[in-house]
């Protein structure tokens, strides 16, 4: 277990691809499975040298002839052939096969996905309109048709397989490039000019080949049962050995050896199923954060036990008089497994008093912790975090101790205005029966009550109108607007205690203003204690009372706001004061 910020920073974390790996070796169904495909390829490219016999070399004697007799492991067949060499023989057809299938629906699918989902346009609609007759077409009517015309040919039947299978590799693409091409990242790759290809090549591909490998191998799985299945239809080159050719002889002579369906039915349906187990094991390997995965209930249990047994009396006692702390967070940790099976820890043992009526402001650099203990103190960290100690009392009574106490505080008594107003409100719903679905589910208001005590506060947060806004849907207010809706959401419930994520960053210098403005009436009015998780010390100047200095999981300094901002006792605080931008120290 990684124990303070020194070894956090050795932590070394393998590149992605061998991440991926050596992840997927440690899990036993997926290394298990790769053993046995691996296997079936090395038989594969090595069969003219280890195969007993050529793959129609006959014997009269092997006519038929049960395992293990003659020299024959497997028996024969009813033509006096070796089973097992035609298998090891038949198994470069059908891994031949496989690859055609997969190859063609891939460049095909993977390309006309990419190229629709990013551009769409017309091509998106042509695509579309294909991709649709495509799947409507039934396959194996298709492939009568073909062998008139071809004659039994596999590498072309499975060439018309792999662009039968391409429209779902269409689909699936386009589906994730549509949801990747609007992110920012992608809007700041063409800002920097990026030409469109390596745009593609970089963000884009890289957002689709986790789904694009998994279902690969399920498309090699039915791969092989197409093969298998066209070959024993007799659609095949019957003058080459494959496992569906093996599986044809076998059965024209079943009641001579019952036992010769057996190896080709075991070959083809083993290997459909370490495919398709192999698919899982892989989307559960790539489909996990490349972060941090969620332990087992066994190992999260080991690791808490561990940590209460570190933790031992370290608990310290709250600062000030405990009838004005509303909150009080003590010798809070909280910690991610990461991928390698290390526990890093991000906060060590934090505390945090938040008095009533104060503003409580929490700075420090990206990533030391700020937002973890927002979100610790509302019962909102990932599934995968683990609390290793500490509590989070509110009036005196631990949350973290009884989920049912945090799930009765949350929307009542804490509440949470966050970064990004606009993307907190639901667009199917007018503003009106958002806020009041929300007061409604924590008090015993009806929905006229709700709507009344609503409008009053909207009114007070400094909508204007408010009758006329509670009918607008979210994107028809500004993001000022959606502001005051959020915050009139968290008071309406008369919450004891705000946790505000960044509640202006995402606004204006202006509408911040005014914002900075309502939250410090609602503290001063209603007595409202308030968490401010910011990086910008022109608001902690302005609004906050008491200030934490956070660095790599600890409060480094704890003081009044001029304290903070006249005589910063720590160097990591005069340094992040002296480092934030001129203009703002100007202001402040
Ligand atoms: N789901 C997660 N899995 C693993 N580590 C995480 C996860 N979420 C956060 N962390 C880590 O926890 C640490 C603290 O993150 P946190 O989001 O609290 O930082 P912050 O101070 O709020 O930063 P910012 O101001 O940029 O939001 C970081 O090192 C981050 O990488």
Redesign the pocket.
Known sequence: MTAGPAA?ATLTQPPARRRVIVQLLRNPQGALCLAFLLLVVVVAATSPWLAPTGPTTTQLSASNAPPFTGGHLLGGDSAGRDILSRLMWGSRQTVMACLIILGVSVVVGVASGLVAGFYRGRFETAAGFASDVVMALPGIVLLIALYALTGPNIPVAMTVFGLLIAPTYYRLVRNVVLGVRNELYVDAARVAGLADLRIVGRHVLWAVRAPVIIQSSFVLAAGIGIEAGVSFLGLGDPATASWGTVLQNSFDGIYNNRWGVLWPALAISLTILALILLGNALSDVLQS?A??RTLTPRARRAALAAAQQEDAGRRSAPAGSPDDIVLSVRALR?A?P?ADGEI?E??HGVDLDVRRGEIHGLV????????????ATLGIL?R??LILGGSVLLDGEDLLADESKMRAARGRRIAYVPQEPMSNLDPSFTIGKQLSYGLRAVTSLDAGEAREQLVGLLDRVGIKDPERVMELYPHEISGGMAQRVLICGAVASGADLIVA??PTTALDVTVQAEVLELLRELSRDRGLAMIL?T?NLGVVADLCSTVSV?KE?HIVERADVETIFEAPQQAYTQELLSSSRSVELMEI
């Open positions: 956090e954060s972060r941090s909280i991610y990461s890093r991000v906060v420090g650099e990206s990533g030391s912790g700020k937002s973890q203990i927002a979100f990932p995968e975090a994520d960044e998780v990086h956070m999981g």
